[in-house]
């Protein structure tokens, strides 16, 4: 009894700090129908920040609250909001998403940059050595505390929400700003105050969290992602009930702490701690398919723009044949290193290819393709003994094809903002449960060997051939997805992106078509996968990190994410800044993070990316035939300007 | 003093107003004088500009080129957040509520000048009982007549100068109609210059001092509200008999 008392104090103070966060999320997607990726970074940033001032200052712990809390952490919801958001007032509700991605990565990099260096750091608990004994069990002071600030949190922004009328006008926001603007409250001030509010909570959450992750000290990513964990919980609060989302953060605590306190004995200890962070993971994707799906809300309206015009089969032909002579023609002067970072960048452009289909064309939003990118190149490696064979390559696009059409499965009535987290709860889960499991992937971060497809007829291959061999599989698959764009099944998927109400009344059935776009794409980012681990000769669970599938993601929309050079360009940036970063201090490990961060939030709304900037269209012919014969015109010119003076 | 400033200036006077959504030019010139304290009906065709003269008039929409006057004093560069604080009015076309709000949380919305909650619901419920049996309601799942009914109450709860009012009896039934134009009636009485803009005639006109019909952007016509009314049949609803 005891013992699941104790599994229960250390659940609900865990799903305190959860729900924290998540109320914190649900208030600003509330305020202004964002979801804000970027949470669990604002909690990381306090966190640090609060151990900057309290360990190295030596600052008082109140005053350091204060500065952190009320000061730090408003201040940079502010930030956000006026520098990054208000660009993208009215636009579509996956460039919002990517926005906040884009926040995230940079609040990564710059933390990268300040706190980077291998220092433990360690934030002593509150009220250290103060504790209770509630029927049995010791509670430390700290453990009070979080429970109580989450409570009287919720109880305040229920109150605040329900009984005052700047709350009032919090929920107004969303439903119909003009209209705020006419009942006289600015709108921009409404939405900052949300941004300003959802920052303060996961600053409070960061800095509850802090002390509670024990020796190990704070580290970047854990702080980030395991604040991503109350992205549940706000799902269960269908990212509008407070009250909901407390519990679902309770809940989710509990799940946790119950299911690895009760583990039976005979687990090792590493897979203990591997089920531990699976489980939220595994929480959201159950929540995403249990919980009814709230409306999503986005402020704005649809987005009305020319989409690149689409390559007809001869020129995606020509501009393939081109890339690859250009490429044969890199092989040779090229060398070393810089072969095989070219050589991985394309692959890695096949991988961006197959974002061009589901995410460009479709519509739907995928952050876990580097999971199949990394199933691709294992299934490749386990076949014929170390791979390397075409049986090899023809099972890794075979199984993450199905394994993509599973992924899809229970994703299909998740649209928008609910299939990119479903597909980020699933790569969280693969993460952790498959590529860092050390039973599969021998010893610590260990890798399994893969080989490199040899042409046929033909024993082993050479880096210059293999780089061709590479062009050859991103020019094919360029002309497929191009060809496919222009099939009745590429209509039929934009039809779908376009209007999902008026795509159901044609009687074509969405779910086949969002089964196929996913189950190709997958298959896609497995063949890249396949190619981008031949070329290293291994693939391990650094090479499929979490963040690495939004960075190619950002990338892709940063270039153009409807268009095939742009993914080109974009699996080429994925591996350059990298590899240019290692010449760089330690500080810009988080390099390509960073340029992907800024890169999205100074796209702004420019919704068809660089490649699509008007002045570049006009004046730059790429190859792959992506260019635009239309210039934009002003016909829809409401959608980009907007009613003046709404949120100007 | 509100009273000196009524009788010496017209409420609202359109000078050569020009207006454009991003490229496309929805006024082209709009020359218009609302008489303080009248009810003033602007009828026209769809896509004659009527909505965006409101826009221009509540401050949503900054004109292109001309001037706006409101009460005398040449508007620009103000926020319609600022011209609903000074008492402007704005009721837009079908969507004058937050639907996700309940009732009462509407009503709590409209207090912006400072009228308490209480007293914002008595006043709504007094004139539309109706809402307060659904106060705890969402209002958008109120019948349109209803929703109709919130939406004016803004005008009930605040001391609004100018009204302005969008198709209000867009897919209304008749008798809701007639008893919304009644009410407007008597909040004109209380000396608010009201502005309406509909598309069909009858029901406007009955309530309105003064008319105007405007077609593709432009004042086509004005007068009293019968000779409009008469206009309007050749002007742009002869196919319609």
Request: proline share 4%.
């Amino acid at each position: 009894m005891e013992t699941f008392l104790s599994f229960t104090v250390i659940g609900i103070v865990a799903g305190a700090i959860y729900a924290v966060t998540a109320m914190g999320l649900v208030v600003t997607y509330t305020t202004t129908g964002v979801f804000n990726f970027a949470q669990g970074a604002v909690g990381m940033v306090a966190a640090f920040s609060y151990w900057e001032l309290t360990q190295s200052y030596h600052w008082p712990v109140v005053l350091a609250l204060v500065v952190v809390l009320l000061v730090e952490a408003p201040l940079l919801g502010a930030l956000v909001e006026f520098i990054f958001m208000r660009r993208i007032y009215g636009a579509s509700a996956d460039r919002s998403l990517m926005v906040t991605l884009g926040v995230l990565l940079i609040m990564v990099g710059v933390a990268t940059a300040v706190w980077g260096q291998q220092t433990l750091r360690i934030v002593p608990p509150f009220f250290e050595g103060h504790e209770v004994t509630i029927f049995g069990v010791v509670v430390t002071y700290q453990q009070l505390l979080i429970v109580i600030v989450a409570v009287v949190i919720a109880l305040g922004l229920r109150l605040y929400f329900m009984n005052f009328r700047s709350g009032v006008a919090m929920r107004a926001v969303v439903d119909d700003p003009e209209l705020l603007a006419l009942a006289g409250v600015a709108p921009y001030r409404v939405s900052r105050r949300g941004w300003m509010l959802g920052f303060m909570l996961a600053g409070l959450a960061g800095v509850l969290l802090a002390p509670t992750v024990g020796s190990t000290g704070l580290n970047i990513d854990t702080l980030t992602l395991l604040v991503v964990n109350g992205y549940a919980a706000a799902v269960v609060g269908r990212l509008r009930s407070l009250p909901w989302t407390f519990v679902g953060g309770i809940a989710l605590g509990l799940a946790d702490a119950y299911a690895t306190g009760y583990l039976p004995g005979h687990i090792p200890a590493a897979l203990v701690e591997q089920i531990a962070t699976i489980i939220p993971a595994v929480f959201l994707f159950v929540a995403l398919l249990v919980v009814p799906s709230a409306r999503l809300r986005a402020i704005g309206r649809i987005p009305v723009h020319l989409p690149p015009k689409v390559a007809n089969a001869r020129q995606s032909l020509v501009g393939s044949g081109l890339l690859v002579v250009a490429v044969a023609v890199i092989s040779v002067v090229a060398a070393g290193s810089t072969l095989a970072t070219i050589s991985q960048g394309i692959a890695l452009g096949i991988v961006a290819l197959s974002l061009v289909l589901l995410t460009g064309y479709g519509g739907q939003v995928s952050l876990c393709q580097y999971t199949f990118l990394g199933v691709g190149a294992f299934t490749m490696g386990k076949v014929a003994g170390g791979g390397g064979s075409w049986l090899g390559l023809l099972a890794a696009v075979g199984i993450c094809a199905a394994l993509g059409m599973l992924v899809a499965l229970p994703a299909l009535r998740l649209r928008g903002l609910y299939l990119a987290l479903a597909t980020l709860a699933f790569g969280e889960a693969m993460y952790y449960g498959f590529f860092s499991n050390s039973s599969i992937f021998p010893g610590y971060g260990g890798s399994i060997t893969v080989g490199r497809l040899a042409l046929p007829g033909t024993q082993g291959i050479g880096d210059r051939t293999e780089m061709i061999e590479i062009a050859v599989f991103f020019g094919a698959c360029a002309i497929g997805v191009l060809a496919l764009r222009r099939s009745a099944f590429g209509r039929r998927l934009v039809a779908m992106n376009d209007s999902p109400a008026a795509f159901a009344t044609l009687g074509i059935d969405a779910t086949v078509t969002k089964m196929i776009a996913f189950g190709v794409s997958a298959g896609m980012a497995g063949l890249g996968g396949v190619l981008y681990a031949g070329v290293q000769g291994s693939i391990s669970a650094n090479d499929v990190e979490l963040f690495a599938s939004l960075i190619l993601l950002l990338f892709v929309s940063i270039w153009g994410i409807r268009t095939t050079a742009g993914a080109l360009l974009a699996g080429l940036t994925a591996t350059i800044l990298p590899s240019l970063s290692t010449h760089l201090p330690p500080a810009w490990a988080q390099l390509s993070g960073l340029v992907a961060g800024l890169g999205i939030v100074l796209l702004g709304r420019s919704p068809e990316g660089v490649l699509g900037v008007p002045w570049l269209r006009a004046r730059v012919r790429l190859p792959l035939g992506d260019r635009d014969a239309l210039e934009p015109s002003g016909a829809f010119g409401q959608t980009s300007e907007g009613p003046v003076g709404v949120l100007s | 003093m509100r009273a000196t400033i009524l009788t010496t200036a017209p409420a609202v006077r359109f000078e050569g107003v020009r207006a454009s959504y991003g490229r496309i030019e929805a006024l082209y010139g709009v020359d218009l004088e609302v008489p303080a304290g009248s009810i003033f009906a602007v009828l026209g065709p769809n896509g004659a500009g009527k909505s965006t003269l409101l826009k221009v008039a509540s401050g949503q929409l900054r004109p292109t080129a001309g001037t706006l006057k409101i009460e005398g004093l040449s508007v620009r560069r103000v926020s319609p957040e600022a011209f609903a604080r000074s008492g402007v009015c704005a009721i837009p076309e079908g969507r004058g509520v937050f639907p996700n709000l309940s009732v009462r949380d509407n009503l709590s919305m409209w207090t912006y000048q400072g009228t308490g909650r209480p007293e914002a619901e008595e006043r709504a419920y007094t004139r539309f009982p109706r809402l307060k049996e659904r106060r705890r309601q969402l209002a958008g799942t109120l019948s349109g007549g209803e929703q109709q009914m919130l939406a004016i109450a803004r005008a009930l709860v605040g001391s609004p100068r100018l009204l302005l009012l969008d198709e209000i009896s867009m897919g209304l039934a008749p008798m809701v109609v007639g008893e919304l134009y009644e009410l407007v009636a008597h909040i004109a009485a209380d000396g608010v210059t009201v502005i309406v803009v509909e598309q069909f005639v009858s029901t406007a006109v009955r309530v309105a001092d003064h008319a105007a019909i405007l077609l593709h952007g432009r004042v086509h016509q004005q007068g009293s509200p019968d000779e409009m009314a008469e206009a309007a049949l050749g002007a742009y609803l002869s196919s319609e008999g």
